[in-house]
């Protein structure tokens, strides 16, 4: 061959933008106390890859945009929120796909005057995100409902926040609530 491309070959797309990719959790937690175990999520299957968009709310990322094949619909992209407990593998990709980089920027129903979503400005920035979301964490709460702090998941026992020393009182599998009261003494048998 002399180099050129033969006709019909394509040629690699190039990069657009960096993004971040997970996968939807094959099993979660649903329901009250999240004792309702689904495979997967109503729009996603378990084990499903989304392209993830950086944070919009302030709300520490607790609930994101995602973009992906929905469960039903191979074919074409859809831009959803969900909760970000819900995804796990976060890692750093390439977006080649001129479709998928419009489903992740394109204005949303109603939103004619916004002008779309925004992607990660570098690799750095979607790199220390990535990281951050790998190391599992859940919701430390006062007996009030007030968040103390994010914690590893398994829990401390004891937890040092806001001025005082809280004692783990109860755990599930979406938060544990820590209580100022010192845990009874066992009775020795």
Do not use: C
């Not at 999240?34 to 709300?59: M, N």
């Not at 925004?118 to 006062?142: C, G, H, I, T, Y």
């Amino acid at each position: 061959m002399d180099g050129t491309a033969a006709a019909g070959a394509q040629t690699p797309a190039e990069m657009s933008a960096f993004g971040v990719v997970a996968n939807v959790r094959s099993e979660t937690a649903q329901g009250e106390g999240g004792l309702d175990i689904r495979r997967g999520l109503r729009h996603f299957s378990g084990g499903a890859k989304v392209w993830v968009l950086p944070p919009q709310w302030g709300d520490g990322g607790e609930k994101l945009f995602v973009v992906g094949r929905h469960r039903g619909n191979r074919t074409s992209y859809i831009r959803i929120v969900i909760e970000s407990r819900h995804l796990e593998n976060f890692r750093v990709r390439g977006i080649y796909s001129p479709a998928l980089l419009r489903a992740m920027t394109r204005p949303g129903r109603g939103e004619r005057d916004y002008p779309g979503h925004p992607l990660w400005r570098d690799r750095e920035a979607a790199e220390r995100f990535a990281a951050a979301r790998n190391v599992e964490k859940m919701q430390a709460v006062s007996p009030e409902g007030v968040t103390l702090a994010w914690v590893p998941n398994p829990p401390p026992l004891d937890l040092d926040a806001k001025g005082r020393i809280w004692h783990l009182a109860h755990l599930n599998n979406r938060r544990a609530l820590y209580s100022p009261l010192e845990p009874p003494e066992e009775p020795v048998l």
